[in-house]
């Protein structure tokens, strides 16, 4: 049985479905105002690798991941490429797409945006209102945030310890308008020249949280099995989307929630306002855009995760070992013999560690353990290559399997890459002597072996390192 790390409970749960075989899934998407850095990106990679096991083991997902299309980020960059926000949110849409399907991103069942469903975000507003959860003050609306009697069950942060503007995110202007410094916008009153829509409370928009509730309850449904997206978004995003969702409905919003830790470089978080960031549109021109994949997709989603070009390079080098090994498997099939009297054996073997990989990704999907299981079930291939007879059969099998698990991680081209660049074995040999200095050998190892596998020979002269291609 999956198990999932619950953020609501801290605790492992068995997973449970609503409805059999069936999952809704809710991913909080991004703010679409710029292009996406690797720590955006880890989000959209590790919830779709979740996704795709669930799938693996037989669930239908109904996954939907929204845009937040309207606010003041959209609103300042409309300002400063003198264009209007539709434009800006179009713009970065397209790029978000780019990115994520070269990144193997799957794209959800759904991906609403808010500007098409500002009927329902008014529609849920008014619900609250008439619930007596929320006010309107001079065509703003605010949550009352002390009415909702459990504020604060998924952060652990009550309402005792909150300080003024809990959405801070927003950067709300008017608190005057608050009956308390901790309630937060529902909707916003239009300022001069700003993107509005009309409403019962004169033109404006809505805020930040009111609308990912609206749309996971029209696409979802009132509860829903699983709630996902970044740790930052745990308080105040997801608080108040509980609060929200709960208080028109009466009923659990989702069972599960997840979250996925940062991506940091050095001691800091990644991140556009610290400037400290990697975009994915620029990453993609140096590295293949498996090796970004397999970067972010094999380590657990929980924990932090340290961005350098070292992490890469082991990406590189462990994804290339798999590739070789696939290929070199697919073109021995056709020398291959039917059978081997001892197939049943090695049947055997192979399927156990298939169960070991599946004991490790029900284990709230411990991406890292199951790679290493793949990697020693390559190993096992690797050594059956070796043997003058092989069974078609096994090799048949053992194709079928690594060909479905390595899907799972996004890893779905298994043809190696084309010869490298010179300045690409440049740097690699440069990285290698780094390493070598840094008395780091599994690493200068690991790109001696990269490099051996793409026929890079390299010779040892007293003016340094030489290489050359080896000829067929």
Known sequence: ???????????????????????????????????????????????????????????????VSNFTDVDDKIIQAAKELK??????????????????????????????????????????????????????ADGDVYYHTKKFKDYGK??????????????????????????????FALWKQAKPGEISWDSPWGKGRPGWHIECSAMA?????ETIDIHAGGQDLTFPHHENEIAQTEAVTGKTFANYWMHNGFVTMGNEKMSKSLGNVELVKDLREEYDPDVLRF??????????????????TDAKVNITHIKTAIENATHRL??????????AVREKQWEEGILRFTEAMDDDFQTQNGITIIYEMIRELNKMLEQAEVSKKILER???????????????????????????????????????????????DQIRDLLKDKGILLEDTPQGIRWKREQN
């Open 1 to 63: 049985m999956i198990q999932i790390y619950n953020t609501l409970s801290r605790k492992k749960e068995p997973f449970k479905p609503i409805e059999e075989g069936k999952i809704r899934m809710y991913l909080c998407g991004p703010t679409v105002y710029n292009y996406i850095h690797i720590g955006n990106a880890r989000s959209a990679v590790s919830f779709d690798t979740i996704r795709r096991y669930f799938e693996y083991r037989g669930y239908e997902v109904n996954y």
């Open 83 to 136: 264009t209007d926000a539709p434009d800006v949110a179009n713009r970065f849409i397209q790029a978000f797409f780019a990115d994520t399907e070269a990144l193997s991103v799957k794209k959800a069942t759904c991906h609403p945006r808010v500007m098409d469903n500002i009927p329902e975000i008014i529609e849920f507003v008014e619900a609250l209102i008439a619930h007596g959860y929320a006010y309107e």
């Open 154 to 183: 998924l952060s652990g942060i009550t309402i005792d310890q909150l300080q003024a503007g809990a959405s801070n995110r927003l950067g709300e202007e008017d608190t005057d308008k608050k009956e308390a410094p901790i309630d």
């Open 217 to 221: 309850r029209k696409y979802l449904g």
């Open 295 to 312: 970067f972010l997709a094999t380590a657990h989603y929980r924990r932090p995760l340290t961005y350098s070009k070292t992490a890469l």
């Open 334 to 343: 056709g020398t291959a013999v039917d059978s081997l009297p001892d197939d």
């Open 398 to 444: 053992m194709l079928k399997d690594l060909t479905e698990l390595l899907a799972i991680f996004g890893i779905e081209n298994l043809q190696t890459e084309e010869d490298l660049l010179d300045e690409e074995i440049e740097r690699l040999i440069q990285q290698r002597e780094e390493a070598r200095a840094a008395k780091d050998f599994e690493q200068a």
